[in-house]
């Protein structure tokens, strides 16, 4: 019996119009010239801005660190020795000139106090006690100067009261003195009671306590000026900066400067150019700047690192651009491009680029003012693509 050829199956339609469809893309993609670009009749959708005319500084950001002004950071020592018996303050508490920031003890000041007190008053009335002689010695003396003048009495009578009067002044003037001695002795005394207090020199924060209650100011071997307590006042701080002495920066003393730190996004402190160096720092190769500015609530402390930007000078009416709008040049990466917008369509421009600040830049040569060009998003777009501005990019 003959062998039956079995017949081919249809092709579901939509097989069959997808193979069409497969065949129709190559021919299309074998009928096109090799290294050929194809532009979208698409318009690109792409965000536009204009040349702007702007006031473009100049600025120079270099690293700092913030310390306190010259005699804002002290720390405080006693004038005398002794044992420290109260610290009535704490670090970070904010205290005021005069305040009393340590104790020591004070017994053995008080009985050198009492004592001097007491021989100040007994000098003090034998002074009353030599005065009321002289003045009865005096009296004497004028009584039997006047007899012996009368011949009423010999001379060696009136020599005799005479020498007593020379007496009772001699003894007066030593009371006198004794007495003058024995108010510096008190005066002495009372100052070393003082000093068993210690007050603030400056108003400010407690940085740090050095010393703790029970402790001896003097310290084993020490002398009295071992500090009690460090204090600090930042209301205005100063900040060190370092210039690189090969970085080209026209700083001048009396120019502004703008301090920032990353502990603190978005707030800036606004300072003044205090001091240059004219020395380089053969170590570094920097120069020391010296920035004074104001630091309400104390927010930047001793020793922070700090971003400091000084405004050297100021170009006007420079032509800008987003940093975004340049792009590397396909045909020389060494140089930048803008694409431009001309009739609808994307134009590649070679420009040639001056300063660059807060993400824009100078442009010295190949645009001009109110050109519209590509924001961002141009890299790799094909000259001639159709460009359909979308938003007005923000400067």
Do not use: W
């Amino acid at each position: 019996m003959p062998q039956r050829i079995p017949m081919p199956q249809r092709l579901p339609l939509k097989v069959s119009c997808l193979l069409l469809l497969m065949l129709s893309a190559c021919k299309a993609s074998f009928s096109t010239p090799a290294g050929s670009s194809q532009v979208s009749a698409t318009p690109l959708r792409l965000p536009v801005v204009h040349v702007q005319s702007s006031n473009l500084p100049t600025i120079v950001t270099i690293p700092g660190n913030v310390n306190a002004l010259p005699n804002e950071s002290v720390k405080v020592s006693p004038t005398v020795a002794g044992t420290i018996i109260a610290i009535p303050v704490a670090p970070g508490q904010r205290v005021q000139r005069g305040q009393v920031i340590a104790e020591l003890d004070t017994r053995q000041s008080k009985a050198q106090l009492n004592q001097a007190t007491a021989a100040l008053k007994a000098a003090e009335e034998n002074v009353a006690q030599a005065k009321a002689n002289l003045q009865l010695a005096n009296s004497d003396f004028e009584r039997y100067r006047t007899l012996y003048q009368s011949g009423a009495i010999s001379q060696q009578t009136f020599a005799t009261y005479k020498n007593k009067a020379s007496v009772a002044q001699s003894q007066l003037n030593a009371a006198m003195a004794q007495a003058q001695q024995a108010r510096a002795s008190r005066s002495q005394a009372q100052n070393q009671l003082q000093y068993d207090i210690v007050h603030s020199p400056i108003s400010g924060i407690v940085a740090s306590r050095l010393l703790q209650v029970g402790d001896s100011a003097a310290g084993a071997g020490a002398s009295p000026s071992t500090p009690i307590v460090e204090i600090v006042n930042l209301d205005t701080i100063l900040v060190n900066a370092n210039l690189p002495a090969d970085k080209p920066a026209n700083i001048r003393v009396g120019e502004n400067a703008q301090i920032r730190s990353v502990a603190l996004p978005g707030v800036t402190f606004d300072g003044t150019v205090t001091a240059i160096s004219p020395v380089v720092d053969p170590k570094s190769n920097t120069l020391s700047i010296k920035i004074r500015t104001p630091n309400p609530g104390d927010k930047l402390k001793v020793g922070q690192v700090v971003s400091v930007s000084i405004t050297t000078s100021v170009h006007k009416g420079a032509l800008t651009v987003p940093q975004t709008a340049l792009v590397p040049d396909p045909n020389n990466s060494q140089e930048k491009v803008v694409y431009t917008i001309q009739a609808g369509k994307a134009k590649p421009v070679q420009v040639k680029t001056g300063i660059q600040q807060d993400g824009q830049v100078e442009i010295l040569s190949g645009l001009q003012l109110g050109e519209a060009v590509v924001a961002q998003g141009a890299y790799g777009v094909p000259a001639g693509t159709a460009v359909k501005a979308v938003t007005e990019a923000k400067k």
